[in-house]
């Protein structure tokens, strides 16, 4: 079975950091486009960050410069470090795995992180 497993998330103060961390199993880990997406109550799902089997990288705007988005096919993990984190950085954090666009992917269960003021 495909199983995406998130961890790293937690509270932390703004300006702080935290690591967020993704094994994939089931998947064909190596030609997938793996991702990290957050959402918070009242709002739609959003992108945060991607990245490609060759390690070509996506980022929302709005955290671009903070947040890196990495993987390692060998140990089939992906990895979202966010730093100088902010309050409107709170929501549920989930990883995905696509071949063929978000609305066919796998999904996490998501992990919470809250940034406090």
């Known amino acids: 079975q495909v199983q995406l497993a998130e961890s790293g998330g937690g509270l932390v103060q703004a300006g702080g950091s935290l690591r967020l961390s993704c094994a994939a199993s089931?998947?064909?880990?190596?030609?997938?486009?793996m991702g990290w997406h957050r959402q918070a109550p009242g709002k739609q799902r959003e992108l945060v960050a991607a990245?490609?089997?060759?390690?070509?990288?996506h980022y929302l705007p709005s955290v671009k410069g903070r947040f890196t988005i990495s993987r390692d096919n060998g140990k089939n993990m992906v990895y979202l470090q966010m730093d100088s984190l902010k309050p409107e950085d709170t929501a549920v954090y989930l990883c995905?795995?696509?071949?063929?666009?978000?609305?066919?992917?796998?999904w996490g269960q998501g992990t919470q992180v809250t940034v406090s003021s």
């Open positions: 089931g998947i064909v880990f190596n030609s997938s486009v």
């Open positions: 990245v490609s089997s060759d390690s070509t990288t």
């Open positions: 995905a795995a696509a071949r063929d666009g978000w609305s066919s992917a796998y």
